[in-house]
């Protein structure tokens, strides 16, 4: 996570993202949400903009971590409403066509073969809580509030609910999804949508230190670990998952990193993609 990201060799920022920074700093790299003035709500440039930035990073070599951070006093407060006034007019094709935008946004997110961390530094409303639940790990601020608010506009979170539901387990989604109730980091933390909850001032250096610790890591492993995740949460414990499994072990066993792994850890030297 950068410690300025107004620093311009850290900071990229093209003409292609007019509403996120991308800052990379050696094998991390920050992907920042950039509408602090509507609190980051998303509109379809930015879903368009997100979606691009995780291809590019996700098939970045030099990338091993990406960290979901945003500008201001939220984090994301879901749709914007000159959009939603826009999706207002829409026909029922324009609303799937624009619905399919965003779903993929999320999938291209979640399926991101780098392990990826959401800095939440403040609110997280509606479809931002999608966007948390799509990340690989949650910190979290003590001063954040989260909220489901669809139900309160006559809507549902249809498109995030496939992530948000695991993320934040089915029976609390049954809770919050109904009731749009606002909860607060600690009730997040208690649910496991958020992993940690810090205070505004360690955000920062809590995030850098994961973030050093992930990077440290064979970056074949942790692509394969997230497939793995994503294949084994929820499926039955049957004899095709069992044979699955046995095979993914061979796999990373006989690997080059693999190999190389277990040879350094042996030897008592570091593996050579630390070198």
């Known amino acids: 996570m950068q410690k300025d990201l107004g620093q311009q060799d850290l900071v990229q920022k093209t003409d292609n993202y007019n509403n996120l920074l991308v800052a990379t700093d050696g094998h991390v790299a920050t992907v920042t949400l950039n509408r602090p003035e509507v609190r980051n709500a998303f509109n379809d440039e930015m879903i368009g903009e997100l979606t691009a930035a995780f291809e590019q990073l996700g098939a970045d070599d030099k990338v091993r971590v990406i960290v979901l951070a945003a500008a201001g006093k939220a984090f994301c407060a879901g749709a914007d409403l000159n959009w939603m006034r826009a999706m207002a007019d829409y026909d029922y094709d324009e609303n799937l066509a624009d619905a399919d935008k965003l779903a993929q946004m999320l999938k291209t997110i979640y399926e991101c073969p780098k392990p990826t961390i959401a800095a939440i530094q403040g609110d997280v409303y509606a479809g931002g809580m ?19 608010s669809e139900v309160r506009l006559g809507l549902a979170p249809a498109t995030i609910s496939p992530y948000v539901i695991r993320a934040l387990g089915a029976r609390a989604s049954q809770r919050y999804f109904l009731s749009a109730e606002i909860f607060d980091t600690k009730k997040a933390r208690q649910l496991g949508f958020v992993h940690e909850r810090v205070s505004e001032e360690a955000l920062e ?19 394969t670990c997230k497939h793995l995740l994503h294949e084994v949460a929820g499926a ?16 990373i066993r006989s690997s080059e990193q693999g190999r190389e792994g277990v040879q350094a850890f042996l030897q008592k030297r570091k593996p050579n993609w630390l070198s």
Do not use: R
């Open 130 to 148: 999608g966007l948390v639940a799509v990340c690989d790990i949650a910190i979290a601020v003590k001063i954040a509030n989260f909220c489901l």
């Open 205 to 223: 250096d809590v995030v850098a230190a994961l973030c050093a610790k992930i990077a440290k890591n064979s970056p074949d492993a942790l692509k």
């Open 236 to 251: 039955p414990i049957d004899d095709a998952l069992i044979a699955h499994t046995v095979k993914g072990i061979a796999d």
